[in-house]
T-cell receptor, first 115, second 108 residues
Framework: EAGVAQSPRYKIIEKRQSVAFWCNPI?????LYWYQQILGQGPKLLIQ????????DSQLPKDRFSAERLKGVDSTLKIQPAKLEDSAVYLC?????????????FGQGTRLTVV | GIQVEQSPPDLILQEGANSTLRCNFS?????LQWFHQNPWGQLINLFY???GTKQNGRLSATTVATERYSLLYISSSQTTDSGVYFC??????????FGQGTELSVKP
């Protein structure tokens, strides 16, 4: 069974530029998560989707970050404009369902450096 | 919201030693997972253990949901066990919340 796929693996951009990350979850997984992990810290949830609806985006900086999950499968996370403090690893995860807390699986992440 | 605390924050072991990592959480949970983050940053699933005890080779985990803690045991540690170990929990809302991790370094 294929795992969670993310691209790109690495990205370097200048501040005030825009960037987009892509995630393809495990087939059949209804729940998709985007996390931000700053060096030395635990992952922090940015947004959680259930199919194509948003369950939780309370930690998403909506003035610069946006995410969508069209058709309830693939998802894209965008940052526009980027700031230096956005340098982090962006992790995508998926799980079968939300309500009963099923096991989540993570992709390899995208390492973003903003200079 | 629910709080997750891991201890110790750092641990240095000699190869072959045993260790116990702890995860405390502040509220009832539906799910608890242990992950190992490898040097390349990927989170590897170790255990999905909302309650009870599981074993996988040299690793085992125990969750006592009523007392709101989980333990990860590593026996006969190897240098490849080095990395950061995370505990993550979710409650009825499904939001998966991580602790700050335990950074393990196993010396040859």
């Amino acid at each position: 069974e294929a795992g969670v796929a993310q691209s790109p693996r690495y990205k370097i951009i200048e501040k005030r530029q825009s960037v987009a990350f892509w995630c393809n979850p495990i087939s059949g997984h209804a729940t998709l998560y985007w996390y931000q992990q700053i060096l030395g810290q635990g992952p922090k949830l940015l947004i959680q989707f259930q199919n194509n609806g948003v369950v939780d985006d309370s930690q998403l900086p909506k003035d610069r970050f946006s995410a969508e999950r069209l058709k309830g499968v693939d998802s894209t996370l965008k940052i526009q404009p980027a700031k230096l403090e956005d340098s982090a690893v962006y992790l995508c995860a998926s799980s079968l369902a939300t309500q009963w807390g099923t096991e989540a699986f993570f992709g390899q992440g995208t390492r973003l450096t903003v200079v | 919201g629910i709080q997750v605390e891991q201890s110790p924050p750092d641990l240095i072991l000699q190869e072959g030693a045993n260790s116990t990592l702890r995860c405390n959480f502040s509220d009832s949970v539906n799910n608890l997972q242990w992950f190992h983050q490898n040097p390349w940053g990927q989170l590897i699933n170790l255990f999905y253990i909302p309650s009870g005890t599981k074993q996988n080779g040299r690793l085992s985990a125990t969750t006592v949901a009523t007392e709101r803690y989980s333990l990860l045991y590593i026996s006969s540690s190897q240098t490849t066990d080095s990395g950061v170990y995370f505990c993550a929990v979710n409650n009825q809302g499904g939001k998966l919340i991580f602790g700050q991790g335990t950074e393990l370094s196993v010396k040859p």
